[in-house]
């Protein structure tokens, strides 16, 4: 099936959940926000919400630092 995924097309096979796109993107659940669809999820609904076809995914990275 076909998602965009932070903007761009991305082909992932069908019956994923966020927490398995995640992992296959390897990607540590806790550094990241995810956007299904325009929502954000809960890091509690990663592995209990399905990825479907169409769908808008958006990853944002947690960067740590901060002013000096």
Known sequence: MRI???GEPFELEAG???AQLLG???IDARRV?????LVVLR???YD???VQ???EIEIVNFVGGGAQ
């Open 43 to 45: 890091r509690s609904l």
């Open 24 to 26: 296959q993107l390897d």
């Open 48 to 50: 209990t919400t399905p």
């Open 33 to 37: 926000a995810v956007e299904h669809n």
């Open 4 to 6: 965009m995924l932070n």
């Open 16 to 18: 994923r959940t966020i």
């Open 53 to 55: 076809d169409g769908d």
